[in-house]
């Protein structure tokens, strides 16, 4: 087992081409993505041709990142990771390493929750916006004091950079409160708000019908910031995950309370190293990180 914690992205680590240059030079890469091809046909094309109109909209992105992100594992030839963690839709894919998931399953499963989720806020109803260079009691009091609509604590991701999420009418009402300290992502869905709460109900019932194995390693869950270890356990955070907040800073803290300095992340691009570093900064830790 390596003496390392694996992290694995999410939504907005995509980008036309991702994979192809590892489906070519890997064997382990291209057996990975082969089966996601096999469970979903045309996800490789969607993959390394885009266009990147398809790749973005989020029924495609989820299960093509959770592809990604397993094949860049595999190829790693990576010892097994001590412990590990996913951000938002990074998790599925550390359950998939871990054993905990089926690949194939899994792929299914995450194209199921991104359409669960469009499908459950008409377009332009909903939207997200990250707050940049304030403080988590901050993000916390702009999502209770709006008074325009749905307004949710979304992201904690790292010290100075948090996401709010909820209706269209309180993301401007974020915006113009915060100015240029506030920027509009460009999503079409209120990721991890209480609007997919009705459909994250619904999905939890498809998590129900799946099988979940013990991981081989602890993995931290987003939604309590802690390691779960038996397969109810993941199923369970999962349903809650849908609709609650993702809490990576506290993920990662709990992390390096529990002495762990070697991160190593695993994706299409980079998204998670340069949050690993500044929480481990703010706490005053070194860590490693790849």
């Given at each position: 087992?390596?003496d ?5 992205t ?17 064997p382990a ?7 996601a091809?096999?469970?979903l ?11 990147a ?7 495609n ?11 860049v ?31 194939a ?11 669960s989720?469009?499908?459950?806020v008409?377009?332009?109803t ?16 702009a999502?209770?004091e709006a ?10 991701n ?77 199923r369970?955070?999962l ?11 506290q ?6 309370e ?20 500044a ?12």
């Open positions: 087992m390596g390392y914690v694996a992290l694995f999410g939504q907005g680590s995509q980008f036309v081409g991702m994979g192809s240059e590892l489906y070519e030079a890997s890469a291209r057996e990975v993505m082969d089966e091809e096999a469970a046909p045309g996800l490789k094309a969607l993959c390394f041709e885009g266009p109109e398809e790749l973005t909209l989020t029924v992105q989820q299960p093509t990142v959770l592809a990604v992100d397993v094949a594992f595999r190829a790693s030839g990576a010892a097994a990771p001590q412990a590990g963690a996913g951000h938002s839709l990074g998790e599925y894919a550390a359950l998939v390493v871990a054993g905990s998931l089926d690949f399953t899994a792929v299914l499963l995450v194209r199921a929750r991104a359409q989720m469009q499908e459950a008409p377009a332009g909903g939207g997200m916006v990250v707050l940049l260079k304030g403080d988590l009691e901050e993000a916390k009091a999502a209770a008074t325009a609509g749905i307004c949710d604590l979304a992201n904690v790292c010290p100075g950079q948090y996401v709010l999420s909820g209706e269209t009418s309180a993301m401007q009402e974020i915006l113009d409160r915060f100015g240029r300290r506030a920027r509009l992502l460009p999503v079409s869905v209120p990721f991890h708000s209480t609007m997919l709460t009705d459909a994250g109900a619904e999905f939890a019932k498809v998590l129900d019908d799946t099988p979940f194995e013990d991981p081989a390693f602890p993995i931290v869950c987003n939604v309590d910031a802690i390691a779960v270890t038996t397969g109810a356990a993941a369970d955070a349903k809650r995950q849908f609709a609650g907040s993702v809490l990576w800073q993920s990662i803290e709990h992390l390096l529990q002495g762990y300095r070697r991160f190593r992340e695993f994706g299409p691009k980079s998204t998670l190293e340069r949050m690993v570093k929480i481990a900064k703010e706490r005053g830790d070194e860590v490693e990180t790849t």
